[in-house]
């Protein structure tokens, strides 16, 4: 089992900056990589970002791409997401999920944290 907990999130203005962790414990060996989801009111969970545990590569959705950077600390178990010039459009619960392989759905979830970016 791996269990997950965000933390921070919060209230900014557009174009402001946050920055959200992800901490990982239990079986984290276990871990292929550690991905970021967003669930905007009305709207289904989407894909946001994802950072592989053991080669550090990354992707990102198109409408994030340039504007925020995941990044991993494996001594720390933790995983980030810097996120910079933040529109409205980013208001949204976050999700940190693991998974064991890439050819597996995510199936570790943590507890979500909200961002709420105003015009």
């Known amino acids: 089992q791996v269990q997950l907990v965000e933390s921070g999130g919060g209230l900014v203005q557009a174009g402001g900056s946050l920055r959200l962790s992800c901490a990982a414990s239990?079986?984290?060996?276990?871990?292929?990589?550690i991905g970021w989801f967003r669930q905007a009111p009305g709207k289904e969970r989407a894909f946001v970002s994802a950072i592989t545990r053991s080669t550090g590569r990354t992707s990102y959705t198109d409408s994030v791409r340039g504007r925020f950077t995941i990044s991993r600390d494996n001594a720390k178990n933790t995983v980030s997401l810097q996120m910079n010039s933040l529109h409205p459009q980013d208001t949204a619960v976050y999700y940190c999920?693991?998974?064991?392989?890439?050819?597996?759905?995510?199936?570790?979830w943590g507890q979500g944290a909200q961002v709420t970016v105003s015009s």
């Open positions: 239990g079986r984290t060996f276990s871990i292929y990589d």
């Open positions: 999920a693991a998974r064991a392989s890439a050819y597996v759905t995510y199936s570790y």
